[in-house]
C-alpha cells in the first residue's frame, strides 16, 4: 500500500475507532454508570500492574490510553478556565459574559503570544515562539527572585540564627547547636570554589553527614508516600471486586493472568521449537 | 557453617518478584483483616489541630486543593478532617485549585462533607471557585485583586453576588491559608507569593514525598504545622475523627515494616559476602 | 538576530523588572501591571499546554502513517485524545440545561465520569506502581559501604518505623527517650532540619542567581541551540 493510500486509510480508521469508542462509552456511562465504571477501571489499573510481570499489550494498551486521555483532559480544563473565562470574556465580552468582565483591549497581547506559542508546529516559523517564551521567563524570573530570597535565603538564616545556650534547657542548647553547625557545614560543603581539605575538608566531612541524615529522611519518605498510593490503589481494587461492584477486578484479574500464562506458554514452547 | 554463609547470600538476591508480590501481599492482607493498630499524634500534626482550632470562630478560610488522584490517598483524608475541623468551629471555606485535578478533588470532598454531612449552604458558608491555569502566577495575580482572576465560582456564579465573598477582594482578606499540596505548584508557592510577603498565617498537609522541601518553613515558623503524607492525615483524624487513614495505617506500617527487614536482610548477605572475599 | 534573539532578551528584561519592581512598590502603576501581566502568563500557560496536546498528536500521527514500530499503540493514543476532546468539547455528554464549558464537574457529564474512571486509575496507579520498584530498589541497593551510606540507612530505617503506629508499638516496653517516634522526632526535626535547610538555601542562592542571570540577558538557554 502506498503512503497515501495508507495515510487516508489510518485517517479514516481513527476516525471510525474514535466514533466507536466514544458510542460504547457512552452507551456504558449512561445506562451503568457505576457499575460500568468499575470495569473499566479495574482493566486500567490491573493493566498497568500487570508491568510487574514484564511488559505486556495490557500495561502497553493502558499507558497509551493514558498519554492520549490526560493531554486531551488537560486541555479541555486549561480551556474552559482560562481561555473561555478570562481571555474571550475581555476580548468579546457580549460572546462570553461568563467571564463577568469589561472589555479589554490589552488582551490581544496574551491572544497573539500564545498564537505565537503554537507556531512551534511549524519548524519554519517555530523560532517566533521564543517571544512568549521570553515572557514566561522573564515573569517567572521576577516572582522567584524575590521569593526564593525572602523566603528560602533570608527567613531561613534568621531562623538558624538561634541562641547556642538557652538558659535553663540543655535539650534545647545542643539541639540549637546541632541546627546552626549542621546548617553551616552542608552549606560549606556546597562550596566547591575551594578544594575540601584541612580545617576545610573536616568541616565540610561534618556537613556531608547532615546531608547524609537529611537524604536518609526523604528516602524514608518517599517509600512512605509510595505505599500510601499503593494502598489506595488496592482499596480501590478491593471494592471493585465486591458483588455490588459485579466483582469486576477479580474477573478482570483471572483473565489477565490466564491470558499472559498462556501466552508465556507460547512463547516458552517457539523458544525451545527454534 | 559455610552452608549458613551461602543462605545468607542467597538472601539478598532474590528474584525482585517475589519482593512484589511479599509487599502486596502485606498491603493487601491489612486491608482485608484490619489490625487496628493506636495511632500516637506528632507534634507538628498537634500544631496544624493546635493553629486551625485557634482561628477566631466565623473566619473566612481559603483552602487551596494542589493535589490529584495518584496522590488522593494521602491528602483526600486530610482535606476531609480539615474541613470537619473548620465546620465544626463555623468557619467559612473559600475552596481554590492550582492543579487541574485539584478541582475534581475539591468538588468531590465538598459534595461530601460540606453538602451532605453538614447541609451547610454554598455561596454562604462554603464556596468552590475552582482551578486558574498558571501555577504560583495566580497566587501573585490574586494577592492583588482576587476577582480579576476568579469573577465566577464553578458553578458560573458572578463572585459579587456570594455573600461569603463579601469584603473579600485579595487574597490578604483571608484569616487563614490552607495549601494541600502534592507538589508544583503548591505549599512552596504559597509561602512564598502569600503566606510570607504579606504575613498570611498558613498551614499545609503535604504528601510524604514533599516533607523535606516543606520542613524549614515548618521549624522557621513561616508555616503552623504539617501534616506529613498518610500518617500525618492519621494522626489528624485521631484528633478530630477516624477516617481511611487510620484504616489504612495498619497496611502502612506492615510495608514498612517489611521492607527494613529487606534491606536488613539484603545488608546480612551484603556483609557475608564481603566478609568471605576479604577472607 | 534582532527578531529572534535581541526581542526575546528585551522582553525577559522588560517583564522581569516590572514583575520585581512591583514587589518594592506596590502602588499605581506597578500594582495594575501586576493584575493584568499574571493573567496574561496564565493565559500563555494554556496556549502552552495546548501546545504540548497538538505536538503529542503530530507525533503520534507520524508514526502511525510511516507504521513505526508499536504503531498500532499510538494509535490507541490518538483515539484515547480524540475521545476525550469530544467530552471535554463537544455537547456529547453534557448534562441537559448545563452550558458547554460548564459540564466538566457537573454531575452525570461524561467528562467527569471519564475523570474519575479513565484518567485517575491510569494516573493512581502508575505512581502505585513505584512502590513496588522502591521496595525491590531498597532491598538490591542500599548497602552498608561507608559511614555516610550507613548513616542514610539509620535515618531512613527509624523514620520510616517511627512515623507509623507499628513502631511505636515496637518499642512501647523502653524508655520514652529511647522510643522510636521520639527518636524519629528527634532525627526529623534537628540533623534533618539542618541538611534540608542548607539544601533550601542553597536551592534559593541557585535560584536568586539564575533569575538575575536570565533577567540581565547573561543566559539565554531558553533560546535554543541556534540563534
Same mark, same amino acid.
Given at each position: 500500500?502506498?503512503?497515501?493510500?495508507?495515510?487516508?486509510?489510518?485517517?479514516?480508521?481513527?476516525?471510525?475507532?474514535?466514533?466507536?469508542?466514544?458510542?460504547?462509552?457512552?452507551?456504558?456511562?449512561?445506562?451503568?454508570?457505576?457499575?460500568?465504571?468499575?470495569?473499566?477501571?479495574?482493566?486500567?489499573?490491573?493493566?498497568?500492574?500487570?508491568?510487574?510481570?514484564?511488559?505486556?499489550?495490557?500495561?502497553?494498551?493502558?499507558?497509551?490510553?493514558?498519554?492520549?486521555?490526560s493531554?486531551?483532559y488537560w486541555?479541555?480544563i486549561?480551556?474552559?478556565?482560562?481561555?473561555?473565562?478570562?481571555?474571550?470574556?475581555?476580548?468579546?465580552?457580549?460572546?462570553?459574559?461568563?467571564?463577568?468582565?469589561?472589555?479589554?483591549?490589552?488582551?490581544?497581547?496574551?491572544?497573539?503570544?500564545?498564537?505565537?506559542?503554537?507556531?512551534?508546529?511549524?519548524?519554519?516559523?517555530?523560532?517566533?515562539?521564543?517571544?512568549?517564551?521570553?515572557?514566561?521567563?522573564?515573569?517567572?524570573?521576577?516572582?522567584?527572585?524575590?521569593?526564593?530570597?525572602?523566603?528560602?535565603?533570608?527567613?531561613?538564616?534568621?531562623?538558624?540564627?538561634?541562641?547556642?545556650?538557652?538558659?535553663?534547657?540543655?535539650?534545647?542548647?545542643?539541639?540549637?547547636?546541632?541546627?546552626?553547625?549542621?546548617?553551616?557545614?552542608?552549606?560549606?560543603?556546597?562550596?566547591?570554589?575551594?578544594?575540601?581539605?584541612?580545617?576545610?575538608?573536616?568541616?565540610?566531612?561534618?556537613?556531608?553527614?547532615?546531608?547524609?541524615?537529611?537524604?536518609?529522611?526523604?528516602?524514608?519518605?518517599?517509600?512512605?508516600?509510595?505505599?500510601?498510593l499503593?494502598?489506595?490503589?488496592?482499596?480501590?481494587?478491593?471494592?471493585?471486586?465486591?458483588?455490588?461492584?459485579?466483582?469486576?477486578?477479580?474477573?478482570?484479574?483471572?483473565?489477565?493472568?490466564?491470558?499472559?500464562?498462556?501466552?508465556?506458554?507460547?512463547?516458552?514452547?517457539?523458544?525451545?521449537?527454534? | 557453617?559455610?552452608?549458613?554463609?551461602?543462605?545468607?547470600?542467597?538472601?539478598?538476591?532474590?528474584?525482585?518478584?517475589?519482593?512484589?508480590?511479599?509487599?502486596?501481599?502485606?498491603?493487601?492482607?491489612?486491608?482485608?483483616?484490619?489490625?487496628?493498630?493506636?495511632?500516637?499524634?506528632?507534634?507538628?500534626?498537634?500544631?496544624?489541630?493546635?493553629?486551625?482550632?485557634?482561628?477566631?470562630?466565623?473566619?473566612?478560610?481559603?483552602?487551596?486543593f494542589e493535589y490529584g488522584p495518584s496522590t488522593r &490517598?494521602e491528602i483526600e $483524608? /486530610?482535606?476531609?478532617?480539615?474541613?470537619?475541623?473548620?465546620? +465544626? *468551629?463555623?468557619?467559612?471555606? @473559600?475552596?481554590?485549585a492550582l492543579w487541574p485535578d485539584g478541582q475534581f478533588m475539591s468538588?468531590?470532598?465538598?459534595?461530601?462533607?460540606?453538602?451532605?454531612?453538614?447541609?451547610?449552604?454554598?455561596?454562604?458558608?462554603?464556596?468552590?471557585?475552582?482551578y486558574?491555569?498558571?501555577?504560583?502566577?495566580?497566587?501573585?495575580?490574586?494577592?492583588?485583586?482576587?476577582?480579576?482572576?476568579?469573577?465566577?465560582?464553578?458553578?458560573?456564579?458572578?463572585?459579587?453576588?456570594?455573600?461569603?465573598?463579601?469584603?473579600?477582594?485579595?487574597?490578604?482578606?483571608?484569616?487563614?491559608?490552607?495549601?494541600l499540596s502534592a507538589g508544583?505548584?503548591g505549599?512552596?508557592?504559597?509561602?512564598?507569593?502569600?503566606?510570607? &510577603?504579606?504575613?498570611? $498565617? /498558613?498551614?499545609?498537609?503535604?504528601t510524604?514525598?514533599?516533607? +523535606? *522541601?516543606?520542613?524549614?518553613? @515548618?521549624?522557621?515558623?513561616?508555616?503552623?504545622?504539617?501534616?506529613?503524607?498518610?500518617?500525618?492525615?492519621?494522626?489528624?483524624?485521631?484528633?478530630?475523627?477516624?477516617?481511611?487513614?487510620?484504616?489504612?495505617?495498619?497496611?502502612?506500617?506492615?510495608?514498612?515494616?517489611?521492607?527494613?527487614?529487606?534491606?536488613?536482610?539484603?545488608?546480612?548477605?551484603?556483609?557475608?559476602?564481603?566478609?568471605?572475599?576479604?577472607? | 538576530?534582532?527578531?529572534?534573539?535581541?526581542?526575546?532578551?528585551?522582553?525577559?528584561?522588560?517583564?522581569?523588572?516590572?514583575?520585581?519592581?512591583?514587589?518594592?512598590?506596590?502602588?499605581?502603576?506597578?500594582?495594575?501591571?501586576?493584575?493584568?501581566?499574571?493573567?496574561?502568563?496564565?493565559?500563555?500557560?494554556?496556549?502552552?499546554?495546548?501546545?504540548?496536546?497538538?505536538?503529542?498528536?503530530?507525533?503520534?500521527?507520524?508514526?502511525?502513517?510511516?507504521?513505526?514500530?508499536?504503531?498500532?499503540?499510538?494509535?490507541?493514543?490518538?483515539?484515547?485524545?480524540?475521545?476525550?476532546?469530544?467530552?471535554?468539547?463537544?455537547?456529547?455528554?453534557?448534562?441537559?440545561?448545563?452550558?458547554?464549558?460548564?459540564?466538566?464537574?457537573?454531575?452525570?457529564?461524561?467528562?467527569?465520569?471519564?475523570f474519575?474512571?479513565?484518567f485517575t486509575?491510569?494516573s493512581a496507579?502508575?505512581f502505585?506502581?513505584?512502590?513496588?520498584?522502591?521496595?525491590?530498589?531498597?532491598?538490591?541497593?542500599?548497602?552498608?559501604?561507608?559511614?555516610?551510606?550507613?548513616?542514610?540507612?539509620?535515618?531512613?530505617?527509624?523514620?520510616?518505623?517511627?512515623?507509623?503506629?507499628?513502631?511505636?508499638?515496637?518499642?512501647?516496653?523502653?524508655?520514652?527517650?529511647?522510643?522510636?517516634?521520639?527518636?524519629?522526632?528527634?532525627?526529623?526535626?534537628?540533623?534533618?532540619?539542618?541538611?534540608?535547610?542548607?539544601?533550601?538555601?542553597?536551592?534559593?542562592?541557585?535560584?536568586?542567581?539564575?533569575?538575575?542571570?536570565?533577567?540581565?540577558?547573561?543566559?539565554?538557554?531558553?533560546?535554543?541551540?541556534?540563534?
Amino acid at each position: 500500500m502506498s503512503r497515501d493510500v495508507w495515510t487516508v486509510v489510518a485517517l479514516g480508521m481513527i476516525a471510525v475507532l474514535t466514533a466507536l469508542t466514544v458510542m460504547f462509552l457512552s452507551w456504558g456511562i449512561g445506562n451503568h454508570s457505576v457499575g460500568f465504571g468499575f470495569w473499566v477501571g479495574s482493566v486500567l489499573t490491573l493493566g498497568i500492574f500487570s508491568y510487574l510481570y514484564k511488559d505486556n499489550p495490557f500495561y502497553k494498551f493502558a499507558e497509551h490510553v493514558f498519554v492520549g486521555v490526560s493531554a486531551a483532559y488537560w486541555i479541555a480544563i486549561a480551556y474552559w478556565t482560562q481561555i473561555d473565562r478570562n481571555l474571550w470574556g475581555r476580548l468579546l465580552p457580549e460572546q462570553f459574559p461568563q467571564g463577568g468582565h469589561e472589555f479589554n483591549g490589552f488582551y490581544i497581547i496574551p491572544l497573539i503570544l500564545g498564537i505565537f506559542m503554537l507556531c512551534r508546529l511549524i519548524p519554519s516559523i517555530g523560532w517566533i515562539s521564543r517571544w512568549s517564551l521570553a515572557f514566561i521567563v522573564g515573569l517567572y524570573a521576577g516572582l522567584r527572585m524575590y521569593g526564593f530570597l525572602q523566603s528560602n535565603i533570608m527567613e531561613q538564616a534568621r531562623d538558624t540564627l538561634r541562641p547556642i545556650i538557652v538558659p535553663g534547657s540543655l535539650v534545647d542548647s545542643i539541639n540549637n547547636f546541632l541546627l546552626v553547625v549542621g546548617v553551616l557545614s552542608a552549606l560549606l560543603y556546597f562550596f566547591f570554589s575551594k578544594e575540601h581539605k584541612g580545617v576545610f575538608g573536616v568541616v565540610s566531612r561534618v556537613g556531608i553527614f547532615f546531608l547524609m541524615i537529611s537524604f536518609g529522611a526523604s528516602f524514608g519518605f518517599a517509600v512512605m508516600g509510595r505505599i500510601s498510593l499503593l494502598i489506595g490503589r488496592f482499596d480501590y481494587l478491593i471494592q471493585a471486586g465486591t458483588p455490588s461492584a459485579g466483582r469486576a477486578s477479580v474477573v478482570v484479574a483471572v483473565i489477565m493472568i490466564l491470558v499472559l500464562l498462556i501466552q508465556a506458554f507460547k512463547d516458552k514452547g517457539s523458544a525451545e521449537e527454534a | 557453617m559455610a552452608g549458613n554463609n551461602s543462605f545468607l547470600v542467597k538472601m539478598g538476591q532474590l528474584d525482585r518478584r517475589l519482593v512484589f508480590v511479599v509487599i502486596g501481599i502485606a498491603v493487601f492482607l491489612p486491608l482485608k483483616f484490619p489490625i487496628g493498630l493506636a495511632v500516637v499524634t506528632t507534634p507538628t500534626t498537634q500544631d496544624v489541630f493546635n493553629a486551625v482550632d485557634s482561628i477566631p470562630e466565623g473566619s473566612t478560610v481559603l483552602v487551596s486543593f494542589e493535589y490529584g488522584p495518584s496522590t488522593r &490517598p494521602e491528602i483526600e $483524608p /486530610m482535606a476531609i478532617t480539615l474541613l470537619r475541623q473548620l465546620f +465544626n *468551629e463555623k468557619q467559612k471555606v @473559600v475552596a481554590m485549585a492550582l492543579w487541574p485535578d485539584g478541582q475534581f478533588m475539591s468538588t468531590r470532598v465538598l459534595e461530601r462533607i460540606a453538602d451532605k454531612e453538614y447541609g451547610l449552604k454554598w455561596g454562604v458558608d462554603y464556596v468552590n471557585l475552582g482551578y486558574r491555569p498558571g501555577q504560583e502566577a495566580v497566587i501573585k495575580g490574586i494577592a492583588k485583586d482576587l476577582r480579576a482572576n476568579y469573577n465566577s465560582d464553578v458553578r458560573n456564579n458572578p463572585v459579587e453576588d456570594l455573600p461569603i465573598m463579601d469584603g473579600i477582594y485579595t487574597v490578604k482578606d483571608f484569616d487563614f491559608i490552607f495549601s494541600l499540596s502534592a507538589g508544583y505548584p503548591g505549599t512552596v508557592e504559597w509561602v512564598l507569593y502569600a503566606a510570607d &510577603p504579606y504575613g498570611i $498565617p /498558613m498551614s499545609t498537609g503535604v504528601t510524604a514525598i514533599q516533607v +523535606n *522541601e516543606v520542613i524549614p518553613y @515548618v521549624k522557621g515558623g513561616q508555616i503552623k504545622g504539617i501534616l506529613a503524607g498518610m500518617s500525618g492525615a492519621a494522626e489528624y483524624e485521631n484528633l478530630v475523627k477516624a477516617g481511611d487513614a487510620t484504616r489504612f495505617m495498619d497496611a502502612q506500617s506492615v510495608a514498612h515494616f517489611l521492607i527494613v527487614l529487606f534491606i536488613i536482610l539484603g545488608n546480612i548477605s551484603y556483609l557475608v559476602q564481603r566478609r568471605k572475599q576479604t577472607a | 538576530m534582532l527578531w529572534k534573539t535581541q526581542i526575546p532578551v528585551a522582553i525577559v528584561f522588560a517583564v522581569g523588572m516590572l514583575t520585581l519592581i512591583q514587589w518594592f512598590v506596590p502602588h499605581w502603576p506597578f500594582d495594575q501591571i501586576q493584575v493584568h501581566t499574571t493573567q496574561w502568563f496564565d493565559i500563555i500557560a494554556v496556549f502552552a499546554v495546548i501546545l504540548g496536546g497538538l505536538n503529542l498528536l503530530k507525533l503520534q500521527l507520524q508514526k502511525v502513517i510511516s507504521r513505526g514500530r508499536d504503531w498500532p499503540y499510538a494509535l490507541v493514543t490518538i483515539v484515547g485524545f480524540l475521545a476525550m476532546m469530544v467530552y471535554g468539547f463537544s455537547p456529547v455528554g453534557v448534562p441537559e440545561g448545563i452550558r458547554l464549558g460548564d459540564h466538566l464537574q457537573a454531575n452525570g457529564s461524561h467528562f467527569r465520569w471519564m475523570f474519575f474512571n479513565v484518567f485517575t486509575p491510569l494516573s493512581a496507579t502508575m505512581f502505585a506502581l513505584l512502590a513496588f520498584f522502591v521496595a525491590s530498589a531498597s532491598y538490591r541497593a542500599f548497602r552498608v559501604r561507608n559511614a555516610e551510606a550507613t548513616l542514610l540507612l539509620v535515618a531512613g530505617i527509624i523514620l520510616m518505623l517511627g512515623r507509623v503506629p507499628l513502631g511505636a508499638k515496637m518499642t512501647a516496653f523502653l524508655p520514652h527517650f529511647m522510643q522510636l517516634p521520639t527518636v524519629q522526632e528527634w532525627i526529623y526535626a534537628v540533623p534533618n532540619l539542618a541538611g534540608a535547610r542548607a539544601i533550601m538555601i542553597g536551592i534559593g542562592l541557585g535560584m536568586v542567581s539564575t533569575s538575575l542571570r536570565f533577567i540581565l540577558g547573561i543566559e539565554k538557554s531558553f533560546l535554543g541551540g541556534d540563534e
